[in-house]
């Protein structure tokens, strides 16, 4: 089992920025890949940002050059830096770490609202 916890959300004009983190527990030896995704309510999941343990990043082209994913793996953490950010970056945003079987661990999410 891998717990995820974030943290970081929050209010920000359009143009601001934000970073998000999340910490990983439990069962975190193994982890490889962590990533971010975001979820507006009755919408999909968008996938924002993978990065795998040796620091290979990728990114969607709807963020590529605003976001950034970093991670501590002496810290279990994982970041999400988020420039000029837009009022459609409004969302939920859960930090994620694939399982074995092809489902995912994630966070309770937290909130990201850009106003105009």
């Known amino acids: 089992q891998v717990q995820l916890v974030e943290s970081g959300g929050g209010v920000v004009q359009a143009g601001g920025s934000l970073r998000l983190s999340c910490v990983a527990s439990?069962?975190?030896?193994?982890?490889?890949?962590m990533g971010w995704f975001r979820q507006v309510p009755g919408g999909q999941r968008e996938s924002l940002a993978t990065?795998?343990?040796?620091?290979?990043?990728s990114y969607p082209d709807s963020v590529k050059g605003r976001f950034a994913i970093s991670r501590d793996n002496t810290k279990n953490t994982v970041h999400l830096q988020m420039n000029r950010l837009k009022p459609e970056d409004t969302a939920v945003y859960f930090c994620?770490?694939?399982?074995?079987?092809?489902?995912?661990?994630w966070g309770q999410g937290t909130q990201v609202t850009v106003t105009s």
């Open positions: 994620y770490v694939p399982k074995p079987d092809g489902d995912f661990y």
């Open positions: 990065i795998t343990n040796g620091g290979s990043v």
């Open positions: 439990g069962s975190i030896s193994s982890i490889n890949v």
